[in-house]
Every structure is written in structure tokens, then in C-alpha cells.
């Protein structure tokens, strides 16, 4: 498996905090420019169903737990600039 592969990444900070929230670490951010920010994590073998249920919309996540993950991945953006 490449990097490419072991790695997945999204702008999309909804996707993202789904997988913080289902116990995903982020594994760092990627800025391509001062407005694009990439969410990357470590993939391994439930990641893909996750990501495919998410955009299926079938998929439960805890609100509380996804506004916690949505509030830490904004401040790991604007507190790394």
C-alpha cells in the first residue's frame, strides 16, 4: 500500500468530524492554499464503509459528540496559522 492509499483526505469538514466523532485521529492538516484546508487521516479497513455510509446518509452519529469534533477541527484550523 503507497502513501496514497494509507492515507485518506477531504476539505469537507462535515465528513471529517464524522470520522473524529467515530474515533478517527486526525492524523494532520494539509493547506494548499490560505483558503483550502485538507483533513487527512490513517485509513484502515472501516474507514471506506464509514465514508460510504456518511454519503448515503445512513449513518447515526451522536450529536453532541459530532459538535465537539466540528468545534476541534475548527480550532486545529485556525489555531495553526
Do not use: C, H
Not at 483550502?36 to 448515503?56: H, M, N, P
Not at 459530532?66 to 477541527?73: G, N
Amino acid at each position: 500500500m503507497n502513501q496514497y492509499e494509507a492515507e485518506f483526505r477531504t476539505s469537507e469538514i462535515s465528513l471529517a468530524a464524522t470520522l473524529v466523532a467515530f474515533g478517527y485521529p486526525l492524523d494532520f492538516l494539509e493547506r494548499t492554499d490560505s483558503s483550502k484546508v485538507f483533513f487527512v487521516f490513517k485509513r484502515d479497513s472501516q474507514l471506506d464503509e464509514i465514508i460510504q455510509r456518511f454519503w448515503s446518509r445512513n449513518l447515526t452519529v451522536e450529536p453532541l459528540t459530532l459538535f465537539e469534533s466540528q468545534r476541534y477541527l475548527k480550532s486545529r484550523i485556525f489555531g495553526e496559522r
